[in-house]
């Protein structure tokens, strides 16, 4: 499989305006363009970081919930795009776009040719994600100019607070134990390759919402939206994925002492982590930056197997 888009007007996003990274290290300008990238899913196993079944599937919940979301990104700032009167703004934002469009590309694949291959079912599951994206977070449809305005800045808000989210676990991506505990280079390779991406443009989608909107009272509603819903769904996701998964038969118990496993081993972020970064996205100086290295997102980039099968 080999999926391929291309960026618009790639731009640097390192400008005076942004603190540099907490780790001191200044990349300097990086421009932000879709890689293309090129995944074989077929010697894949469904337990994909060996010894940790509950965590390998826990991860591919994401594989569940990224498509459909990704697309939504994608829309909404198509419909945001020819109001942004900032050149430089407006270029950000289209190589967000190209890189959201092959992140659900690529997880769109991973449905079909990794969980649908091993018995794992996914359109139940996208059939919710497509209900949800589409339908009740899909443009406004009627209303004043207005309103549909203010609908549009909400659905702005929502996509900073989400990620909020895709950057920490960017961070995490490019900071866990999977190599070393032996997991498939290819899944490895397609959430590392991911999660650098997220760490490189975490700082778009708040500025983007700065930009329409700048309230620190939206910024905080948005989350408390967000959080619960990305739990229950991440939960669902986690929940369908077991029941489908005929080779393991744990009960609750089980599920969560191997999940706990999974956080101690390193394969799984911890959720003390998580929620501390929740709250740091309240501190009314708050900046993306704050997460993870943009060096170490563009080295890895750089390096990334699948980036350099495609190209």
Do not use: C
Request: avoid cysteine; proline fraction near 6%; hydrophobic fraction near 45%.
């Amino acid at each position: 499989m080999s999926a391929t888009a291309h960026a618009h007007h790639a731009h640097p996003i390192n400008d005076a305006r942004e603190p540099r990274d907490v780790d001191g290290s200044d990349p300097g300008p990086v421009e932000l363009h879709a890689r293309n990238v090129a995944f074989d899913w077929s010697e894949t196993p469904l337990h994909w970081i060996p010894d940790h079944p509950v965590a390998a599937n826990f991860i591919s919940v994401l594989n569940l919930l990224l498509p459909e979301g990704e697309r939504w990104f994608v829309q909404t700032y198509n419909e945001a795009l020819p109001l942004v009167g900032d050149d430089e703004l407006a270029a950000t934002m289209r190589g967000f776009i190209g890189q959201e469009a092959m992140h659900a590309e690529a997880h769109d694949h991973v449905l079909w040719e990794f969980l649908d291959h091993h018995g794992v079912d996914p359109r139940p599951y996208q059939r919710q994600m497509e209900w949800i994206f589409r339908k009740i977070l899909g443009p406004m449809e009627s209303g004043t100019p207005r309103a549909r305005q203010k609908h549009l800045i909400e659905r702005l808000w929502l996509i900073a607070a989400l990620e909020h989210y895709t950057a920490i676990l960017g961070d995490f991506a490019l900071n866990n134990t999977w190599v070393e505990s032996g997991a498939d280079p290819t899944m490895t390779d397609l959430f590392t390759w991911h999660g650098a991406e997220e760490v490189e443009h975490r700082a778009v989608a708040h500025e983007v919402a700065v930009y329409f909107g700048d309230s620190y009272l939206r910024r905080g509603r948005a989350m408390l939206v967000v959080l619960p819903v990305l739990l229950l769904l991440i939960n669902r996701g986690f929940r369908f994925i077991m029941r489908q998964d005929s080779s393991l038969r744990y009960n609750y118990v089980q599920q969560q002492y191997h999940y706990f496993r999974g956080v101690r081993a390193g394969v799984l972020p911890k959720m003390r982590h998580i929620v501390f970064a929740t709250f740091s996205y309240f501190r009314p100086g708050f900046h993306p930056n704050e997460i993870g290295s943009t060096a170490q997102a563009v080295a890895y980039l750089a390096a990334s197997p699948a980036a350099r099968n495609a190209s």
